[in-house]
Protein backbone atom coordinates (compact mmCIF):
# COMPACT_ATOMS: atom_id res chain seq x y z
CA UNK A 1 0.00 0.00 0.00
CA UNK A 2 1.07 3.32 -0.53
CA UNK A 3 2.09 5.14 2.82
CA UNK A 4 -0.17 7.42 3.98
CA UNK A 5 2.06 10.88 3.91
CA UNK A 6 -0.52 12.89 5.49
CA UNK A 7 -0.96 10.90 8.50
CA UNK A 8 1.32 12.10 11.54
CA UNK A 9 2.58 9.21 14.00
CA UNK A 10 2.56 11.19 17.34
CA UNK A 11 5.48 10.89 19.53
CA UNK A 12 3.78 8.67 21.66
CA UNK A 13 4.86 9.82 25.17
CA UNK A 14 2.25 12.30 25.39
CA UNK A 15 -0.56 9.61 24.94
CA UNK A 16 1.52 6.79 27.18
CA UNK A 17 -0.66 5.11 29.83
CA UNK A 18 0.56 2.54 31.81
CA UNK A 19 2.84 2.91 33.95
CA UNK A 20 27.65 -17.73 17.89
CA UNK A 21 25.64 -16.61 15.09
CA UNK A 22 24.63 -19.69 13.41
CA UNK A 23 27.24 -22.38 13.57
CA UNK A 24 29.82 -21.30 12.07
CA UNK A 25 30.45 -17.89 12.73
CA UNK A 26 29.99 -14.81 9.85
CA UNK A 27 28.21 -16.72 7.20
CA UNK A 28 28.70 -14.96 4.08
CA UNK A 29 26.02 -13.35 1.98
CA UNK A 30 23.16 -15.83 1.59
CA UNK A 31 21.78 -16.07 -1.81
CA UNK A 32 17.72 -15.03 -1.44
CA UNK A 33 15.68 -18.34 -1.86
CA UNK A 34 13.44 -20.66 0.03
CA UNK A 35 16.40 -23.23 0.92
CA UNK A 36 17.56 -23.24 4.73
CA UNK A 37 21.18 -22.18 5.01
CA UNK A 38 23.29 -25.39 5.09
CA UNK A 39 24.24 -25.07 8.63
CA UNK A 40 21.35 -24.93 9.71
CA UNK A 41 20.21 -28.08 8.99
CA UNK A 42 21.85 -29.66 11.57
CA UNK A 43 22.03 -27.68 14.60
CA UNK A 44 19.38 -26.63 17.01
CA UNK A 45 24.66 -20.05 14.99
CA UNK A 46 36.32 6.54 14.43
CA UNK A 47 38.24 6.32 16.57
CA UNK A 48 37.99 9.97 17.31
CA UNK A 49 41.35 12.08 16.11
CA UNK A 50 42.15 12.80 20.11
CA UNK A 51 40.74 16.13 20.76
CA UNK A 52 42.95 18.86 19.14
CA UNK A 53 44.74 20.32 21.93
CA UNK A 54 42.78 24.20 22.84
CA UNK A 55 43.40 27.17 20.81
CA UNK A 56 45.81 29.52 23.75
CA UNK A 57 45.11 32.94 23.12
CA UNK A 58 48.50 34.50 22.21
CA UNK A 59 50.14 35.89 24.74
CA UNK A 60 53.07 35.69 27.14
CA UNK A 61 52.42 33.10 29.54
CA UNK A 62 51.86 29.39 28.97
CA UNK A 63 48.37 28.39 30.27
CA UNK A 64 49.65 25.90 33.65
CA UNK A 65 48.15 22.24 32.84
CA UNK A 66 49.93 22.46 29.32
CA UNK A 67 53.29 22.41 32.24
CA UNK A 68 52.68 19.46 33.28
CA UNK A 69 50.49 17.19 32.30
CA UNK A 70 47.69 15.74 29.60
CA UNK A 71 45.16 18.32 29.77
CA UNK A 72 41.84 16.89 31.68
CA UNK A 73 39.62 16.53 28.80
CA UNK A 74 41.76 13.69 27.33
CA UNK A 75 42.41 11.91 30.56
CA UNK A 76 41.04 8.37 28.94
CA UNK A 77 39.64 7.35 32.67
CA UNK A 78 36.92 4.78 33.10
CA UNK A 79 34.62 5.45 35.88
CA UNK A 80 36.36 4.43 38.84
CA UNK A 81 34.03 2.22 40.98
CA UNK A 82 31.55 1.63 37.59
CA UNK A 83 30.25 -1.89 39.54
CA UNK A 84 29.11 0.28 42.58
CA UNK A 85 27.74 3.21 40.32
CA UNK A 86 24.65 4.89 39.93
CA UNK A 87 23.48 4.19 36.20
CA UNK A 88 21.03 5.99 34.54
CA UNK A 89 19.52 4.37 32.02
CA UNK A 90 17.23 6.10 29.62
CA UNK A 91 14.84 4.52 27.12
CA UNK A 92 15.71 1.88 29.89
CA UNK A 93 11.91 0.37 29.31
CA UNK A 94 11.94 -0.83 25.57
CA UNK A 95 13.34 -2.99 23.88
CA UNK A 96 17.04 -2.92 24.27
CA UNK A 97 17.19 -1.39 27.42
CA UNK A 98 15.31 -3.39 29.43
CA UNK A 99 17.25 -6.29 28.35
CA UNK A 100 20.49 -4.15 29.76
CA UNK A 101 18.75 -3.07 33.01
CA UNK A 102 18.21 -7.22 32.82
CA UNK A 103 21.56 -8.28 31.90
CA UNK A 104 23.25 -5.69 34.68
CA UNK A 105 21.24 -7.38 37.42
CA UNK A 106 22.59 -10.76 36.19
CA UNK A 107 26.15 -9.30 36.27
CA UNK A 108 27.67 -10.83 40.17
CA UNK A 109 30.32 -8.32 40.95
CA UNK A 110 27.63 -5.32 39.59
CA UNK A 111 26.12 -4.28 43.20
CA UNK A 112 24.91 -0.37 42.17
CA UNK A 113 21.78 1.52 41.19
CA UNK A 114 19.67 1.83 38.36
CA UNK A 115 17.20 4.85 37.42
CA UNK A 116 15.61 4.07 34.07
CA UNK A 117 13.92 7.00 32.53
CA UNK A 118 11.33 6.73 29.42
CA UNK A 119 8.22 8.44 28.81
CA UNK A 120 6.73 4.74 28.14
CA UNK A 121 6.05 5.28 24.29
CA UNK A 122 4.32 2.57 22.46
CA UNK A 123 7.78 0.91 22.56
CA UNK A 124 8.15 1.35 26.13
CA UNK A 125 6.49 -1.20 28.55
CA UNK A 126 6.54 -1.45 32.26
CA UNK A 127 5.54 -5.17 31.63
CA UNK A 128 9.56 -5.72 30.54
CA UNK A 129 11.41 -5.13 33.91
CA UNK A 130 8.54 -6.80 36.19
CA UNK A 131 10.74 -8.76 38.37
CA UNK A 132 13.30 -6.21 38.29
CA UNK A 133 10.65 -3.95 39.97
CA UNK A 134 9.45 -6.42 41.94
CA UNK A 135 13.06 -7.70 43.44
CA UNK A 136 15.24 -4.43 43.43
CA UNK A 137 12.27 -1.52 43.19
CA UNK A 138 13.15 1.34 45.34
CA UNK A 139 16.43 -0.01 46.54
CA UNK A 140 18.69 -0.74 44.00
CA UNK A 141 15.84 0.28 40.72
CA UNK A 142 14.05 3.09 40.29
CA UNK A 143 11.62 4.55 37.36
CA UNK A 144 11.19 8.06 36.66
CA UNK A 145 8.39 8.37 33.81
CA UNK A 146 10.43 11.33 32.20
CA UNK A 147 10.38 12.33 28.30
CA UNK A 148 14.17 13.21 27.33
CA UNK A 149 12.55 16.55 25.51
CA UNK A 150 11.13 17.79 28.73
CA UNK A 151 14.17 19.86 29.74
CA UNK A 152 12.95 21.08 32.92
CA UNK A 153 11.63 17.10 33.91
CA UNK A 154 14.90 16.15 33.18
CA UNK A 155 16.79 18.48 35.51
CA UNK A 156 14.41 17.47 38.59
CA UNK A 157 15.97 13.80 38.06
CA UNK A 158 19.45 14.93 37.59
CA UNK A 159 18.87 16.72 41.08
CA UNK A 160 17.39 13.93 42.58
CA UNK A 161 20.24 11.31 41.98
CA UNK A 162 23.78 11.70 42.36
CA UNK A 163 24.52 9.76 38.35
CA UNK A 164 28.13 8.42 37.56
CA UNK A 165 27.08 7.00 34.40
CA UNK A 166 24.66 7.64 31.99
CA UNK A 167 23.53 4.81 29.07
CA UNK A 168 21.20 6.86 26.44
CA UNK A 169 19.06 4.17 24.74
CA UNK A 170 15.50 6.26 24.37
CA UNK A 171 14.74 7.11 21.12
CA UNK A 172 12.20 6.72 18.16
CA UNK A 173 13.70 3.57 16.41
CA UNK A 174 12.09 2.26 13.74
CA UNK A 175 12.84 3.00 9.85
CA UNK A 176 8.83 2.61 8.75
CA UNK A 177 7.58 4.92 11.75
CA UNK A 178 10.23 7.60 10.78
CA UNK A 179 9.30 7.55 7.17
CA UNK A 180 5.51 8.18 7.84
CA UNK A 181 5.95 10.66 10.66
CA UNK A 182 9.51 12.21 11.29
CA UNK A 183 9.17 14.90 13.75
CA UNK A 184 8.92 12.77 16.80
CA UNK A 185 12.42 11.61 15.77
CA UNK A 186 13.50 14.95 15.13
CA UNK A 187 12.68 15.56 18.43
CA UNK A 188 13.43 12.58 20.65
CA UNK A 189 16.65 11.82 19.02
CA UNK A 190 18.15 14.92 18.63
CA UNK A 191 16.61 17.17 21.08
CA UNK A 192 16.50 14.82 23.86
CA UNK A 193 19.75 13.98 23.80
CA UNK A 194 21.11 17.34 23.34
CA UNK A 195 18.70 18.31 27.01
CA UNK A 196 20.83 15.13 28.20
CA UNK A 197 24.12 16.44 26.94
CA UNK A 198 23.57 19.79 28.50
CA UNK A 199 22.59 18.28 31.95
CA UNK A 200 25.43 16.47 32.31
CA UNK A 201 27.87 18.54 31.27
CA UNK A 202 25.96 21.33 33.79
CA UNK A 203 25.88 18.71 37.02
CA UNK A 204 29.13 16.90 36.57
CA UNK A 205 31.32 20.08 35.95
CA UNK A 206 35.00 18.93 36.14
CA UNK A 207 34.03 15.26 37.27
CA UNK A 208 35.87 12.71 34.96
CA UNK A 209 35.52 9.48 36.58
CA UNK A 210 31.78 9.69 34.62
CA UNK A 211 30.54 8.92 31.50
CA UNK A 212 28.20 9.24 28.81
CA UNK A 213 27.63 6.40 26.63
CA UNK A 214 25.70 6.71 23.61
CA UNK A 215 23.46 4.10 21.80
CA UNK A 216 23.66 4.75 18.56
CA UNK A 217 23.41 2.36 15.24
CA UNK A 218 24.94 0.90 12.15
CA UNK A 219 22.04 2.70 10.13
CA UNK A 220 24.33 6.04 10.18
CA UNK A 221 26.82 5.04 7.85
CA UNK A 222 24.27 3.92 4.97
CA UNK A 223 24.03 1.60 2.77
CA UNK A 224 26.62 -1.23 1.86
CA UNK A 225 26.58 -2.96 -2.03
CA UNK A 226 26.01 -6.35 -1.64
CA UNK A 227 28.63 -7.55 -4.33
CA UNK A 228 31.33 -6.06 -2.21
CA UNK A 229 30.94 -8.92 0.31
CA UNK A 230 34.20 -8.00 1.86
CA UNK A 231 33.04 -4.63 2.61
CA UNK A 232 32.07 -3.58 6.25
CA UNK A 233 31.07 -0.65 8.00
CA UNK A 234 34.06 0.74 9.95
CA UNK A 235 34.20 3.16 12.92
CA UNK A 236 35.94 5.48 10.38
CA UNK A 237 33.24 4.84 7.50
CA UNK A 238 31.64 8.99 6.73
CA UNK A 239 28.51 9.21 7.98
CA UNK A 240 26.25 8.94 5.09
CA UNK A 241 22.08 8.18 6.86
CA UNK A 242 19.46 8.02 4.46
CA UNK A 243 16.28 7.25 6.58
CA UNK A 244 14.68 10.04 8.93
CA UNK A 245 15.47 7.98 11.63
CA UNK A 246 19.70 7.08 10.13
CA UNK A 247 19.72 11.16 10.02
CA UNK A 248 18.58 11.60 13.44
CA UNK A 249 20.44 9.02 14.97
CA UNK A 250 23.78 10.61 12.94
CA UNK A 251 22.97 14.49 14.42
CA UNK A 252 22.64 12.91 17.97
CA UNK A 253 26.39 10.95 17.62
CA UNK A 254 27.28 14.62 15.96
CA UNK A 255 26.32 16.01 19.60
CA UNK A 256 27.74 13.66 21.46
CA UNK A 257 31.47 13.99 19.31
CA UNK A 258 31.04 17.86 19.78
CA UNK A 259 30.40 17.37 23.46
CA UNK A 260 33.50 15.57 23.99
CA UNK A 261 35.77 17.89 21.78
CA UNK A 262 34.37 20.83 23.11
CA UNK A 263 33.68 20.14 27.26
CA UNK A 264 35.86 17.34 27.25
CA UNK A 265 32.34 15.47 28.66
CA UNK A 266 33.55 12.09 28.98
CA UNK A 267 31.58 10.03 26.22
CA UNK A 268 31.80 7.10 24.49
CA UNK A 269 29.63 5.87 21.51
CA UNK A 270 28.67 2.40 20.15
CA UNK A 271 26.97 1.48 16.28
CA UNK A 272 25.23 -1.79 16.63
CA UNK A 273 23.78 -3.66 14.12
CA UNK A 274 20.35 -5.23 14.23
CA UNK A 275 19.32 -6.60 17.50
CA UNK A 276 16.83 -9.14 17.86
CA UNK A 277 14.99 -11.80 21.54
CA UNK A 278 12.99 -11.23 23.82
CA UNK A 279 11.25 -7.69 24.62
CA UNK A 280 11.23 -6.44 20.83
CA UNK A 281 8.44 -4.45 19.86
CA UNK A 282 6.45 -6.54 17.47
CA UNK A 283 6.90 -3.98 14.63
CA UNK A 284 10.54 -4.48 13.79
CA UNK A 285 11.06 -7.60 11.59
CA UNK A 286 11.87 -11.00 13.52
CA UNK A 287 9.19 -10.24 16.37
CA UNK A 288 6.56 -9.01 13.86
CA UNK A 289 6.83 -12.14 11.46
CA UNK A 290 6.80 -14.58 14.76
CA UNK A 291 3.93 -12.96 15.49
CA UNK A 292 1.98 -12.93 12.29
CA UNK A 293 2.92 -16.58 11.86
CA UNK A 294 1.14 -17.17 15.44
CA UNK A 295 -1.94 -15.45 14.55
CA UNK A 296 -1.63 -16.98 10.54
CA UNK A 297 -1.40 -13.30 9.01
CA UNK A 298 0.81 -12.73 5.77
CA UNK A 299 4.56 -12.11 6.37
CA UNK A 300 5.26 -8.96 4.37
CA UNK A 301 8.19 -9.39 3.19
CA UNK A 302 9.66 -5.87 1.20
CA UNK A 303 10.24 -5.65 -2.22
CA UNK A 304 12.88 -8.63 -3.21
CA UNK A 305 13.86 -9.40 0.15
CA UNK A 306 17.42 -9.50 -0.67
CA UNK A 307 18.36 -6.97 1.21
CA UNK A 308 20.24 -8.24 3.96
CA UNK A 309 21.06 -7.40 7.49
CA UNK A 310 23.90 -8.09 9.92
CA UNK A 311 21.99 -9.82 13.08
CA UNK A 312 22.94 -9.75 16.67
CA UNK A 313 21.54 -11.50 20.16
CA UNK A 314 20.47 -8.34 22.12
CA UNK A 315 22.67 -10.35 25.25
CA UNK A 316 25.32 -9.76 23.18
CA UNK A 317 25.24 -5.88 22.00
CA UNK A 318 24.75 -5.77 26.44
CA UNK A 319 27.94 -7.45 27.00
CA UNK A 320 29.42 -5.06 24.17
CA UNK A 321 27.94 -2.18 26.22
CA UNK A 322 29.39 -2.88 29.02
CA UNK A 323 32.60 -3.69 27.76
CA UNK A 324 32.62 -0.32 26.70
CA UNK A 325 31.70 1.09 30.05
CA UNK A 326 34.34 -1.04 31.90
CA UNK A 327 37.07 -0.88 29.12
CA UNK A 328 36.79 1.89 26.52
CA UNK A 329 38.34 4.91 25.97
CA UNK A 330 36.50 8.06 26.27
CA UNK A 331 36.06 10.01 22.90
CA UNK A 332 35.90 6.52 21.35
CA UNK A 333 33.51 4.81 19.66
CA UNK A 334 33.24 1.17 19.37
CA UNK A 335 31.06 -0.88 16.33
CA UNK A 336 29.24 -3.71 17.74
CA UNK A 337 28.03 -6.71 15.29
CA UNK A 338 26.89 -10.03 14.79
CA UNK A 339 29.26 -10.52 11.58
CA UNK A 340 25.87 -12.95 10.95
CA UNK A 341 24.48 -11.32 7.76
CA UNK A 342 21.76 -12.62 6.18
CA UNK A 343 19.33 -11.78 3.40
CA UNK A 344 15.73 -11.19 4.72
CA UNK A 345 13.65 -13.94 2.66
CA UNK A 346 16.49 -16.35 4.13
CA UNK A 347 16.41 -15.45 7.34
CA UNK A 348 12.00 -15.32 6.85
CA UNK A 349 12.51 -19.06 5.66
CA UNK A 350 14.50 -20.35 8.86
CA UNK A 351 12.51 -18.10 11.19
CA UNK A 352 10.04 -20.37 9.62
CA UNK A 353 10.77 -23.83 10.62
CA UNK A 354 11.92 -22.54 13.85
CA UNK A 355 8.89 -21.78 14.65
CA UNK A 356 6.81 -24.11 13.13
CA UNK A 357 8.79 -27.06 15.50
CA UNK A 358 8.56 -25.34 18.45
CA UNK A 359 4.49 -25.41 17.75
CA UNK A 360 4.58 -28.70 16.16
CA UNK A 361 3.41 -28.20 12.52
CA UNK A 362 4.92 -29.35 9.70
CA UNK A 363 8.05 -27.71 8.31
CA UNK A 364 6.95 -25.32 5.27
CA UNK A 365 3.73 -24.40 7.31
CA UNK A 366 4.19 -20.87 8.03
CA UNK A 367 6.15 -20.21 4.64
CA UNK A 368 3.37 -20.30 2.53
CA UNK A 369 2.09 -17.19 4.33
CA UNK A 370 5.01 -15.19 2.44
CA UNK A 371 3.69 -12.26 0.97
CA UNK A 372 6.38 -9.72 -1.02
CA UNK A 373 4.68 -6.11 -0.85
CA UNK A 374 5.82 -2.65 -1.89
CA UNK A 375 9.57 -1.63 -0.63
CA UNK A 376 9.99 0.72 2.04
CA UNK A 377 10.98 4.14 0.55
CA UNK A 378 14.59 4.81 0.88
CA UNK A 379 15.38 0.79 1.58
CA UNK A 380 19.04 0.35 2.72
CA UNK A 381 20.21 -2.75 0.58
CA UNK A 382 22.77 -4.14 3.01
CA UNK A 383 24.06 -3.16 6.54
CA UNK A 384 26.86 -5.53 7.95
CA UNK A 385 29.73 -3.91 10.69
CA UNK A 386 33.49 -4.89 11.07
CA UNK A 387 33.51 -5.66 15.02
CA UNK A 388 37.53 -6.03 14.79
CA UNK A 389 37.91 -2.92 17.34
CA UNK A 390 35.87 -3.85 19.96
CA UNK A 391 37.45 -7.48 20.03
CA UNK A 392 40.82 -6.40 19.70
CA UNK A 393 40.93 -3.64 22.24
CA UNK A 394 38.03 -4.75 24.20
CA UNK A 395 38.36 -8.31 24.42
CA UNK A 396 34.21 -8.69 23.33
CA UNK A 397 33.35 -11.21 21.13
CA UNK A 398 29.47 -12.64 20.68
CA UNK A 399 28.50 -15.50 23.00
CA UNK A 400 24.99 -16.71 21.40
CA UNK A 401 25.23 -18.06 17.95
CA UNK A 402 21.93 -17.13 15.56
CA UNK A 403 20.70 -20.98 15.60
CA UNK A 404 20.67 -20.39 19.24
CA UNK A 405 19.18 -17.20 19.63
CA UNK A 406 16.49 -17.57 17.26
CA UNK A 407 14.71 -20.59 18.98
CA UNK A 408 15.78 -18.76 22.58
CA UNK A 409 13.76 -15.80 20.50
CA UNK A 410 10.84 -18.04 19.48
CA UNK A 411 10.69 -19.81 22.60
CA UNK A 412 10.06 -16.68 24.40
CA UNK A 413 7.70 -15.31 22.25
CA UNK A 414 5.62 -18.34 22.09
CA UNK A 415 5.77 -18.66 26.07
CA UNK A 416 4.71 -15.17 26.49
CA UNK A 417 1.37 -14.72 25.00
CA UNK A 418 0.27 -11.97 27.49
CA UNK A 419 3.09 -9.48 26.64
CA UNK A 420 2.51 -9.79 23.07
CA UNK A 421 -1.34 -9.14 23.97
CA UNK A 422 -0.71 -6.75 26.31
CA UNK A 423 1.60 -4.53 23.40
CA UNK A 424 -0.75 -4.79 20.88
CA UNK A 425 -2.98 -2.34 21.59
CA UNK A 426 -4.95 0.41 19.65
CA UNK A 427 -1.74 2.03 18.76
CA UNK A 428 0.01 -1.25 17.73
CA UNK A 429 -3.19 -1.64 15.51
CA UNK A 430 -3.10 1.91 14.02
CA UNK A 431 0.53 1.09 12.70
CA UNK A 432 -0.34 -2.05 11.19
CA UNK A 433 -3.31 -0.56 9.40
CA UNK A 434 -1.43 2.26 8.27
CA UNK A 435 2.14 0.52 6.95
CA UNK A 436 0.54 -2.87 5.88
CA UNK A 437 -2.68 -2.10 4.83
CA UNK A 438 -3.43 -1.95 0.87
CA UNK A 439 0.74 -1.37 0.87
P1 LIG B 1 12.73 0.79 21.36
O1 LIG B 1 11.93 1.59 20.40
O2 LIG B 1 12.35 -0.60 21.66
O3 LIG B 1 12.79 1.53 22.77
C1 LIG B 1 12.95 2.93 22.87
C2 LIG B 1 12.61 3.31 24.30
O4 LIG B 1 12.83 4.73 24.43
C3 LIG B 1 11.15 3.05 24.68
O5 LIG B 1 11.06 2.50 25.96
C4 LIG B 1 10.52 4.43 24.64
O6 LIG B 1 9.42 4.56 25.53
C5 LIG B 1 11.68 5.30 25.06
N1 LIG B 1 11.54 6.67 24.57
C6 LIG B 1 11.25 7.06 23.30
N2 LIG B 1 11.14 8.41 23.25
C7 LIG B 1 11.40 8.87 24.50
C8 LIG B 1 11.46 10.16 25.09
N3 LIG B 1 11.20 11.26 24.37
N4 LIG B 1 11.74 10.27 26.41
C9 LIG B 1 11.97 9.16 27.16
N5 LIG B 1 11.92 7.90 26.66
C10 LIG B 1 11.65 7.76 25.35
O7 LIG B 1 14.23 0.88 20.82
P2 LIG B 1 15.40 -0.20 20.91
O8 LIG B 1 15.29 -1.10 19.77
O9 LIG B 1 15.45 -0.73 22.28
O10 LIG B 1 16.65 0.75 20.65
C11 LIG B 1 17.32 1.36 21.72
C12 LIG B 1 18.46 2.20 21.17
O11 LIG B 1 19.33 1.36 20.43
C13 LIG B 1 18.02 3.29 20.22
O12 LIG B 1 18.82 4.43 20.46
C14 LIG B 1 18.30 2.72 18.84
O13 LIG B 1 18.57 3.74 17.91
C15 LIG B 1 19.52 1.87 19.12
N6 LIG B 1 19.73 0.71 18.24
C16 LIG B 1 18.75 -0.21 18.07
C17 LIG B 1 18.99 -1.34 17.29
C18 LIG B 1 17.95 -2.40 17.07
O14 LIG B 1 18.18 -3.32 16.29
N7 LIG B 1 16.82 -2.36 17.74
C19 LIG B 1 20.24 -1.51 16.68
C20 LIG B 1 21.23 -0.53 16.87
C21 LIG B 1 20.97 0.56 17.67
O1 LIG C 1 7.43 -5.99 7.69
C1 LIG C 1 8.63 -5.91 7.39
N1 LIG C 1 9.09 -6.50 6.26
C2 LIG C 1 10.38 -6.42 5.84
O2 LIG C 1 10.74 -6.95 4.79
C3 LIG C 1 9.58 -5.22 8.23
C4 LIG C 1 9.15 -4.57 9.52
C5 LIG C 1 10.90 -5.17 7.82
N2 LIG C 1 11.28 -5.73 6.64
C6 LIG C 1 12.71 -5.64 6.25
C7 LIG C 1 13.26 -4.23 6.24
C8 LIG C 1 14.72 -4.45 6.59
O3 LIG C 1 15.46 -4.76 5.42
O4 LIG C 1 13.46 -6.33 7.22
C9 LIG C 1 14.70 -5.68 7.50
C10 LIG C 1 14.76 -5.34 8.97
O5 LIG C 1 13.77 -4.35 9.22
P1 LIG C 1 13.57 -3.72 10.68
O6 LIG C 1 13.35 -4.80 11.65
O7 LIG C 1 12.54 -2.65 10.56
O8 LIG C 1 15.01 -3.13 11.01
P2 LIG C 1 15.93 -2.07 10.23
O9 LIG C 1 15.16 -1.18 9.36
O10 LIG C 1 17.06 -2.85 9.62
O11 LIG C 1 16.46 -1.21 11.49
C11 LIG C 1 16.85 -1.90 12.70
O12 LIG C 1 18.24 -2.03 12.81
C12 LIG C 1 19.00 -0.88 13.11
C13 LIG C 1 16.29 -1.21 13.94
O13 LIG C 1 14.91 -1.04 13.80
C14 LIG C 1 16.95 0.10 14.19
O14 LIG C 1 16.50 0.68 15.40
C15 LIG C 1 18.43 -0.12 14.30
O15 LIG C 1 19.09 1.10 14.45
Request: aromatic fraction near 10%; charged fraction near 25%.
Amino acid sequence: METNKTTTIRPSCAKATAGRHLDPPAPRLRRAGTSTPRHLDTSTPRQLDPPSPRLWRAGTSTPRHLDTSTPRHLDNSTPRHLDTSTLLITGGSGFIGSNFIHYLFRLPHFTGKIINIDCLTYAGNPLNLTEIDEKYGGTRYFFEKVDITDHAALKTVFEKYEIDVIVHFAAESHVDRSIAGPAAFIRTNILGTFNLLELAREKWGSRRDVRFHHISTDEVYGSLNEAEVEAKFKEDTPYDPHSPYSASKASSDHLVRAYFHTYGLPVTLSNCSNNYGPWQFPEKLIPLMISNMLEEKALPVYGDGKNIRDWLYVDDHCSGIWAILEKGETGETYNIGGENEWTNIDLLNVLCEIVAEESSKAKDHYKKLITYVKDRAGHDRRYAIDCGKIKAELDWTQSVTFAEGLRRTVRWYLEHPEWIAAVKSGEYLRWIELNYDKR
